[in-house]
């Protein structure tokens, strides 16, 4: 159970602190688009996006794939970017025309998993119950998008509902804090600054 504890902290840790800004960066560019009605289909894609973080996570951990870290670094931002600029392009906010959402959270994800794989991958080599451990590392994850992504559905809701903000304009104005500072992390990383 003391595995369990450890894996589950390190998991939320892994989301709920400024160490993790560009995942945070992420999910706030992910759940831009619903509101809080939309729940489900949020809880849906901040799943998606830690069995793509669980699935890189596992075959580093094999060794079956690896990435350099300078490579992912730039990559991770640049999950932020593509996201925060989808949408900008969305017309209605129907979840029909969502859909693309759930694939680009489980791609994304497998992305996002490959920078923090290397760092995991020694403490879980070394440990004999792999698959309890990346479980509670991932259930730990999970939640912690669970708390980041409620805090997004309410502060929406107060702005969208309570201060009768139009959506497009909410969306838009998370979407571009969200774009600006995934640019700056790809400009200090593409120049080593990290």
């Not at 996002?112 to 479980?135: K, P, V, Y």
């Amino acid at each position: 159970m003391q595995d369990f504890k450890f894996y589950f902290q390190m998991g939320w840790q892994h989301i709920i602190s400024w160490d993790a800004l560009d995942h945070i960066l992420f999910i706030l560019a992910l759940s831009a688009i619903y509101l809080l009605k939309n729940w489900k289909q949020v809880l849906v894609l901040v799943t998606a996006f830690t069995i793509g973080h669980s699935l890189t996570l596992a075959l580093s951990v094999y060794k079956i794939v690896s990435i350099k870290d300078n490579v992912v670094e730039i990559l991770i931002p640049c999950t932020i970017i593509a996201t925060a600029v989808f949408n900008f392009f969305q017309k209605d906010f129907t979840l029909k025309s969502l859909r693309l959402n759930y694939f680009l959270a489980l791609f994304f994800g497998l992305i996002h998993g490959l920078g923090f794989a290397n760092t995991i991958r020694f403490m879980l080599a070394e440990d004999q119950t792999i698959g309890w451990s990346l479980f509670a590392f991932n259930v730990g994850l999970e939640v912690g998008q669970v708390v980041v992504v409620s805090a997004i559905l309410l502060l929406s809701f107060a702005v969208v509902n309570s201060l009768h903000v139009k959506r497009k304009w909410w969306v838009w104005a998370l979407s571009g804090v969200a774009l600006v500072v995934a640019l700056k992390m790809v400009v200090e990383r593409w120049g080593g600054g990290r």
